[in-house]
């Protein structure tokens, strides 16, 4: 087989993949407050997995189909959700519950896909929806698993307690951003080389400035610095059309990576939402090899040409983004709370005029496609309900707004962050402290 090629991009969350838990809030703008039972993030979650592919090219010229099984790893992490079906395991988790342990850095998990079949002419789920179809446009094999599901691809993603490769911190007196290595764990005689990287800053409106920034060699001295660049961006680089020259050089570096081109494209048009149009500032970063074999190993039962590209992303807190956050902390116990009431009132209202009114069925279709578009993306909250200051100053706060006020609220606690957190049904859940087990004693 040759080669079979990972690439991180990204897939959907939907009734296809297996769920093996929910432990995330999802970047919707509607509240958990919205909704009865809604469950909280996991407080010990530093990394998201979003999300490997696995790419198949049987060699060219090769007739009829290949049976292969593959085995991917997660240490530090669990493997929450993957397509097509697969044998899963993580440790200390009970299957499909929403019941959590704490999340270490020793935390194992697996999949295991056994005897796919790879290469067939079967026909894929008739879908539309651009998550599904965009990781498709590969000139790819088709893989079957012995239950009969089939896609273009192995997807997964996951959560998990382990640092990122690279840390980033900001200078207080010059503002310039300052790049550290992050490498516990791993052995300290393969040299870690970011090859490329890019910092980017998305205003509102679309308008983008990037930099792309030299080769970082990293290494096991967490306190030295490896690189620095300025954080701000100057007025004139701010531009609509900078979004396909940032395309343009992501594209060239996957492929240098080792992407075929079209997988490098398919992986920038799935990512669309949260690369280019999620308002932010954020470093880009191809990740190294040997980071990705060492927490994320893979094994495929045939011989194969295993290639691996993954990008990172690191979301950077903004002056911006620190000012609404103060904003939130100074504001008063009761103003949260009837603001809070508020919206949660307003919400039912539109509920129950959609199941009184008529027709039923057509009020309540258009009342859910309407948050439906809220949930995805595509359209603001307000479209929908009047806003009050204090949750719209949280919302501006951008896709990361949960775990950003989490950890202003662990790092600097207030009354007005606990109250709004509370109020709104913010916070994280309550791990479960697993006893440890007695040993069994027995005799030969």
């Known amino acids: 087989m040759n080669p079979a090629k990972p690439s991180a991009a990204s897939t959907p969350t939907t009734s296809r993949c297996r769920h093996l838990f929910t432990a995330l809030l999802t970047p919707t703008e509607a509240t958990p407050a919205f909704f009865k039972g809604a469950p909280s993030c996991h407080p010990d979650v530093t990394m998201r997995l979003e999300t490997p592919v696995v790419y198949f090219h049987p060699p060219v010229g090769q007739a009829g189909t290949q049976t292969a099984s593959v085995t991917v790893k997660f240490h530090g992490g669990w493997l929450s959700e993957f397509f097509p079906d697969a044998d899963a395991y993580a440790s200390g988790l009970k299957d499909r519950t929403n019941q959590f342990p704490h999340l270490l850095s020793s935390t194992e998990s697996r999949l295991e896909w056994k005897d796919l079949k790879i290469g067939g002419d079967w026909p894929l789920t008739n879908t539309t929806a651009h998550v599904w179809t965009s990781p498709r446009a590969v000139n790819a094999a088709a893989v079957q698993t012995t239950g009969g599901e089939r896609e273009k691809f192995l997807f997964y993603r996951g959560i998990a307690h382990i640092n990122a490769p690279l840390k980033i911190s900001r200078d207080p007196n010059s503002g310039e951003l300052l790049f550290r290595s992050q490498l516990e764990n791993l052995p300290a005689d393969q040299p870690l080389t970011l090859h490329a990287l890019w910092l980017v800053d998305i205003r509102q409106g679309g308008k983008i400035a990037f930099r792309t920034l030299p080769p970082v060699a990293l290494n096991q001295d967490s306190k030295r610095y490896v690189a620095h660049t300025p954080a701000a961006f100057a007025p004139g680089d701010f531009s609509s059309g900078n979004l396909e020259k940032l395309k343009v050089s992501l594209l060239t570096a996957l492929v240098a990576e080792g992407l075929y081109p079209d997988e490098a494209q398919a992986l920038l048009n799935t990512w669309e939402v949260s690369y280019f149009k999620s308002t932010g500032l954020r470093v880009f970063f191809l990740v190294p090899r040997v980071w990705t074999d060492f927490y994320l190993p893979l094994d495929i039962s045939v011989p194969a040409d295993l290639n691996r590209v993954m990008v990172g992303r690191i979301e950077l807190v903004t002056p911006a983004q620190r000012d609404g956050l103060q904003e939130i902390a100074r504001a008063s116990t009761n103003e949260i709370s009837h603001a809070a009431g508020q919206l949660v009132a307003s919400f039912y209202g539109r509920l129950f005029a959609a199941i009184t ?84 004693v027995g005799r030969l």
Not at 364 to 388: C, H, W, Y
Request: aromatic share 8%.
């Open 357 to 440: 009114n008529q027709p039923h069925a057509a009020q309540m279709q258009r009342f859910n496609d309407e948050m439906a578009q809220v949930d995805a993306g595509k359209k603001p909250l307000s479209t929908m309900l009047s806003i009050p200051k204090s949750y719209q100053t949280y919302l501006d706060l951008g896709r990361f707004r949960n775990a950003l006020i989490l950890d202003e609220a662990k790092h600097h606690p207030t009354e007005g962050l606990a109250r709004f957190i509370a109020a709104y049904r913010l916070q994280a859940c309550q791990p479960l402290v697993i006893a440890p087990q007695p040993p069994v």
